[in-house]
């Protein structure tokens, strides 16, 4: 039993998994910020051209 319970507490894999989540989220949030960026001033671009055309 005790045994179990130590194997319990020093299992970190639970950690990992949420460690790896986050980084994920972070990454996601990161790259939709931009693309929203990115899209605004793609959009100023083609109004630009489009008005001198």
Do not use: H, P, W
């Not at 989220?25 to 489009?50: D, K």
């Amino acid at each position: 039993m005790r045994q179990s319970i130590r194997d319990f507490v020093t299992d970190d894999s639970g950690v990992t998994i949420i460690e790896y989540g986050l980084i994920a989220v972070l990454i996601g949030v990161c790259f939709i910020a931009t693309m929203s960026t990115l899209g605004s001033n793609l959009s100023t671009i083609f109004t630009t051209v489009s008005k001198q055309i």
